[in-house]
């Protein structure tokens, strides 16, 4: 009888280390937790969290990979994508003065002489 109780013991110890992977499905669970904290934690660190507002307002600027400029705008629910390009345009229109790029990369407007005036 003695036996026999052995035998049973030792199957149930063994039944439980016979799964390494057993505890695989944990550690996705606490890696996926992690990632949206860390996601999270980003969007609040940069300020940035009227990107998920739904009443938020904001433009943004971004260079695409081929290299186009392009300007994002979210007014309330409506986004609104403008691609920036380099090509003459013409038409009616009015002088309003001149912008000039420094070496910095900074653009700055000087308007016309008697437009300051107005």
């Keep these: 009888m003695k036996s026999r109780l052995r035998f049973t013991r030792s199957r149930l110890e063994s039944a439980h280390h016979d799964d390494p992977l057993a505890g695989v499905a944990n550690l996705f669970d606490a890696s996926l937790a992690f990632i949206v904290a860390m996601a999270l934690a980003l969007f609040s660190v940069l300020g940035s969290t009227d990107l998920l507002s739904a009443d938020a ?15 994002v705008s979210k ?3 409506q986004v ?17 003065g001149t912008a000039y790029r420094l070496p910095d990369g900074q653009v ?3 308007p016309e002489p ?3 005036a107005k």
Excluded: F, I, M, N
Aim: proline share 0%.
């Design 57 to 71: 307002s904001w433009t943004l600027t971004r260079q695409t990979a081929d290299g186009e400029l392009e300007v």
């Design 75 to 77: 007014t309330q629910q």
């Design 80 to 96: 609104k994508v403008e691609r920036v390009t380099d090509r003459q345009l013409s038409g009616q229109g009015e002088r309003l």
């Design 108 to 110: 700055v407007y000087v």
């Design 114 to 116: 008697g437009e300051a």
